[in-house]
């Protein structure tokens, strides 16, 4: 049965079957009647099934072309037409292979001529002859005496597909490789006590100490390692965010499943329903731990700022307060002494904090401390035996810093004014040692001066006396022995180290 191209079937004009159908009777014998007759009706309802025919096939969607045992088009539809380019009236009762030559030798027509040999349908997929980069999907069947051809364009289908793989692909990778967080996808009941894990990054391990296979077969594992107290906040939580369908973000602590650590982590999730109804959750997992204590490192940076400058702040009105007291006419003469000494001990503040400050206010190394203070009375011609320095570069507390700066700055004053660095031939050593005790180490420093004028108690205890004596014991909770020794001052520092 070859089947005539729509535009000449499409409309058939049954007056001129009938008028056919009479004209065969009448010319032929009475004897062949009845054949005439059968075939007329065979050619009518041949016609009619083509032209029914005719209307499906250009009505499926997918291009459509019949090829005869000749290998000749014996019907193209409109979209194969609109595919080719070409009027269907051109190739139509031509070889396939003559109107796209260049097709020979390709697997297309090898796919064509197995399935005309064989008689078995076969559908794939291929590049299109003549349209390169477009891919089609083939159905190939025995029609006809021929084969039919069905065949629809995928290459933006498979364009998407490909980009798709690409990235879920590159997702994956940044999923799987991204340090400090994991993604996940879960979904819950109703009540979010009953969950299964759907997808979990690699990363899980690295965060929870727990494998990813581990993770899926067992979906409450991960749930454990979030401490108790946080899970009642958490229930509650994920909840709200269930019935609004809004994003949830909590920060809670975990138990790293291998190394007992405990350690803070940032889930933000956001739930999302399904065309089917089901709700999954689509979240990541981030350990903020470092962020953690960096915040509660600042947090103590900012109090013990606050704390140390209301002690500079006491220690400054002390320092006026005792400098500037002034009990007579006689006394009031000396206020430019008195100044430069108020200005001295303030240089002497400023330049501890300058050493906090290149520290960071974590603590200061003692070598340095204690060698600043005699700054201002080295002389530079001096080969280091006037001033000496022995003992470990011990690391100490700022408090201990500030305080053991005001302390050597007082006795480099007094040593100045009334002992050994007051006289060319004088000396000062500073030693100082760790002595184990129970509470805890102690620090033991000596400042011993040898070589100067002679020394005589004090028949008055003066501001530099108490700040050394007195304020460095209260302020670091220790002992400070002041001795006058005719052949110079002797002073012990005894305070523990933590």
């Known amino acids: 049965m070859n089947m005539p191209n729509p535009a000449l079937t499409a409309s058939i004009d049954l007056e001129k079957l009938t008028n056919d159908l009479v004209a065969s009777i009448s010319a032929s014998p009475r004897g062949a ?17 083509n032209a029914q025919l005719a209307v499906v096939l250009e009505g499926i969607g997918d291009a459509f072309y019949s090829l005869d045992a000749h290998w000749r088009f014996s019907y193209i539809n409109r ?13 139509l009762h031509k070889v396939i292979w003559d109107v796209f030559p260049e097709s020979e030798g390709t697997d297309l027509r090898g796919r064509y001529e197995g399935v005309f040999l064989s008689g078995h349908p076969l ?6 002859v003549g349209r390169p980069g477009r891919h089609l999907e083939f159905h190939v069947f025995p029609y006809n005496g021929g084969i039919g051809v069905s065949f629809r364009d995928w290459t ?15 997702l994956s990778a940044l999923a799987n490789n991204a340090p400090a967080c994991m993604f996940y996808q879960t979904s819950h009941s109703a009540d979010y006590h009953e969950r299964k894990v759907l997808y979990v990054s690699k990363t899980c391990e690295i965060l929870t100490g727990v494998p990813v296979e581990k993770a899926q077969s067992n979906p409450d594992l991960l749930y454990s390692l979030v401490l108790p107290h946080h899970r009642e906040r958490m229930l509650a939580r994920r909840l709200e965010s269930l019935r609004t369908l809004t994003e949830c973000q909590e920060e809670v602590e975990m ?27 689509d979240g990541i997992q981030i350990d903020i731990t470092d962020h953690k204590r960096s915040e509660e490192h600042l947090r103590l940076l900012l109090n013990e700022l606050n704390h140390r400058v209301k002690n500079t702040l006491a220690t400054v009105q002390s320092l006026a307060s005792q400098s500037f007291r002034v009990r007579g006419a006689s006394e009031a003469r000396d206020l430019p002494a008195l100044y430069a000494a108020f200005e001295a001990r303030l240089f002497a503040l400023a330049r501890g904090h300058d050493i906090l400050t290149r520290e960071n206010w ?20 001096d080969d280091g035996s006037r001033i000496r320095l022995e003992g470990q570069d011990l690391r100490v507390t700022p408090s201990m810093a500030l305080s053991l700066s005001m302390a050597m700055h ?47 108690p004090p028949s008055r205890k003066g501001f530099g006396s108490r700040l050394i004596q007195d304020g460095l014991a209260r302020e670091l909770n220790g002992e400070v022995r002041l001795i006058y020794r005719p052949e110079g001052v002797v002073c012990t520092i005894d305070v523990p180290l933590s």
């Open 33 to 49: 009647l009845n054949d005439a007759l059968q075939q007329a009706l065979a050619r009518t309802v041949e016609a009619k099934v």
């Open 79 to 91: 979209a194969a037409e609109t595919y080719f380019g070409l009027p269907r009236q051109a190739m």
């Open 123 to 128: 559908s794939f997929e291929g590049e299109a």
């Open 156 to 170: 933006e289908r498979r364009r998407a597909e490909e980009e798709l793989r690409a990235s879920e692909a590159r």
């Open 255 to 281: 138990q790293h499943a291998r190394t007992g650590e405990t350690r803070w982590h940032r889930i933000i999730t956001t739930p999302r329903r399904l065309e089917n109804g089901g709700i999954v959750w």
């Open 362 to 381: 974590e603590g200061a190394g003692l070598v340095e401390l204690v060698a600043q203070a005699f700054d201002p009375y080295r002389d530079p011609s």
């Open 410 to 456: 007082e006795l480099c004053t007094n040593a100045a004014k009334y002992g050994a660095l007051g006289a060319a031939e004088g000396q000062v050593l500073v030693s100082w040692s760790t002595v184990e005790a129970a509470p805890g180490p102690r620090l033991v420093m000596n400042w011993e001066e040898y070589g100067g004028p002679p020394v005589s």
